[in-house]
Structures are given as structure tokens and as C-alpha cells.
């Protein structure tokens, strides 16, 4: 479904106008980013984030055909090393066997850990590409994208904010109902723009607290535990085991 065949992809990039190449160099916008690990100050996750124009796609593993698969090179300065390969999304399965493509906005990231003599310097990217269609492909592309390393650590003093034992109608949440390794989220069930803490557990129970807080200021104040029901009008249970 992504393309008619390999020979008519590359028919298809001979027959376009030179109007219609230099247009179609846009249909990739490729950004870099570098962003700290929390409270790792030597270390970093370099992100490569593809945005891809509908319609259109590019190739993560080819096993068949002329296409060109997507490949980063990244370039390192002294005093900075990688950590593991880049991190890639899956592919979805293409037309040709064996082929693998990405759509829409695609994001790969590769760790970095760097010392004193790194700090400052830049980090290329170079990554080589191509964007089809069903009908045709463009010729292969090559951007260069390059991020720069924070000159100093960043400082991990207000990351984050001493813990706070979170209470439910008056206890500790853990300590409710005898439930352990709860598993938190925030959903407004009820649409009343108040949103609801939902918690699943160890052995499969979930349940929801209210917020009774309904100034709209200050913290939410957590009610009693309820029942999560189903349409059925029962009690939700989903094993972990």
C-alpha cells in the first residue's frame, strides 16, 4: 500500500519536474534536541524527531527494492561518548516483503554521557533519508543537524520536590483497603472537570477516589475509595499475574 511497485517508485522520481523535486524537499521536516537525564548531570538524550507530511512516508528497514532506509551518524566531540543505539520507533509493514516504514511525526533518541571537556561543544547528526508516496519516491536525502551540549550541569536542586505521602479520606493512600503497588492516573470520569484518581493493584482491583475540592483552587482533597464499575454495572478486575 505505500508503493505500486519498486520500478514505479523509481520511474516515479525520474518523472518529476524540477518544480516538483524542489517542493518535495520539504514534505521532511527533521529538528534536533538535547534534553538531561533526571538527576544525572554527566548525561543526556540526544532526540531526533521527524515530522512527515501526509501522505507521505519514509523507510525504516528495507529488505527489498532500491529504496533508502533512514540511518543517523552521530558525530562526537571530545570528552562525550554514546550510550547504547539509537532508539527507534517500530516500523509499519510496507507493500515490498521485507520493508518497514515510518508516518507522521517520528522520534529517535541515543543517550550521551559527557565530562567537563565536552561541555559547550557540538553534537552533528547526519542522517540520510527518503520520502515516498504510493505512487513515486523523492530522490534520497542527506540533513545534517546539529545540538549543542549545556555549557554547565544543570542543577538538580528543584527537580523535584520532597515526597509527600499522598491521603485518601483521611489515610494514607497505600494503607486503604489493604491494596498494594497501586498504580495511579488522572481521568476526569464524570466530565465535571474535576479529574479523578484511578489506581489499579496487585492483584487486579481498581478503583477511583473523588476529588471533593471543588474550589478549583489549592490541592485536590481525595475522597473514599470506590469501586470502578464496567458497563455492567460490576467491579472492574484486570489480573497481573
Known amino acids: ?51 512527515i507530511k501526509e501522505g507521505w512516508h519514509t523507510y525504516d528497514v528495507v529488505d527489498q527494492g532500491a529504496e533508502v532506509p533512514t540511518t543517523l551518524k552521530m558525530s562526537l566531540p571530545e570528552g562525550a561518548q554514546v550510550l547504547g543505539d539509537w532508539s527507534r520507533p517500530l516500523g509499519m509493514e510496507g507493500l515490498a516483503p521485507g520493508s518497514f516504514v515510518h508516518e507522521g511525526r517520528v522520534e529517535f533518541s541515543r543517550g550521551i554521557v559527557v565530562t567537563e571537556a565536552a561541555r559547550g561543544k ?4 547526519t542522517i540520510n533519508y527518503q520520502a515516498c508516496t504510493e505512487e513515486y519516491c523523492n530522490p534520497p536525502q542527506k540533513k545534517t ?3 549543542l551540549i549545556p555549557a554547565s550541569a544543570p542543577s538538580t536542586a528543584s527537580l523535584f520536590e520532597p515526597p509527600v505521602r499522598v491521603m485518601a479520606n483521611g489515610e494514607i493512600l497505600s494503607a ?4 498494594r503497588f497501586l498504580s495511579p492516573a488522572l481521568h476526569d470520569l464524570d466530565g465535571d472537570g474535576r479529574a479523578e484518581l484511578v489506581l489499579g493493584s496487585l492483584m487486579g482491583k481498581v478503583g477511583l477516589h473523588r476529588n471533593l475540592n471543588t474550589s478549583g483552587k489549592g490541592d485536590a482533597v481525595w475522597g473514599p475509595r470506590e469501586d470502578f464499575l464496567g458497563a455492567s454495572g460490576k467491579p472492574i478486575r484486570t489480573s497481573n499475574w
Do not use: C
Request: hydrophobic share 50%.
Open 176 to 179: 486503604t483497603g489493604g491494596e
Open 122 to 125: 557540538e553534537i552533528a547528526v
Open 1 to 51: 500500500m505505500y508503493r505500486i511497485s519498486t520500478i514505479a517508485a523509481i520511474v516515479g522520481t525520474m518523472l518529476l519536474s524540477p518544480a516538483a523535486v524542489a517542493a518535495s524537499e520539504k514534505v521532511v521536516t527533521i529538528e534536533g534536541s538535547i534534553q538531561p537525564q533526571a538527576e544525572m548531570p554527566d548525561r543526556f538524550n540526544v532526540t531526533i524527531l521527524f515530522d
Open 145 to 147: 543537524v546539529s545540538v
